[in-house]
Nanobody, 121 residues
């Protein structure tokens, strides 16, 4: 019924840039917060950046100044522009969205299956 699909992952050199996109589809009334999480090998999943329906953003300290999250409410997409990438940014990146299915209900969390970002020389 609801699907989140990430795209844009891949292999990049340190200092390079990459743009991740996530598109929500299916039976959706509205979307509250959206965000990007990542999970590196041997580590727990962590929040990278989030954005509210009104456009307020929040970033992990490790990516502040380098990453930018944005969303297009009409397209139901959220993007993550990643600049000045470091090897420690290597992880599987997951899209998350709090989605309202019906006008009278509250949101529920949905996850994409992830896209791999590898930063290596």
């Amino acid at each position: 019924q609801v699907q989140l699909v990430e795209s844009g992952g891949g292999l990049v050199q340190p200092g390079g840039s990459l743009r991740l996109s996530c598109a929500a589809s299916g039976s959706i009334f509205s979307i509250n917060d959206m965000g990007w999480y990542r999970q590196a090998p041997g580590k727990q999943r962590e929040l990278v950046a989030s954005i509210t329906s009104g456009g307020s953003t929040n970033y992990a300290d490790s990516v502040k100044g380098r990453f930018t999250i944005s969303r297009d409410n009409a397209k139901k997409t959220v993007d993550l522009q990643m600049n000045s990438l470091k090897p420690e940014d290597t992880a599987v990146y997951y899209c998350n969205a709090d989605i309202v299915r019906r006008w009278f209900s509250t949101g529920s969390p949905y996850w994409g299956k992830g896209t791999l970002v590898t930063v290596s020389s």
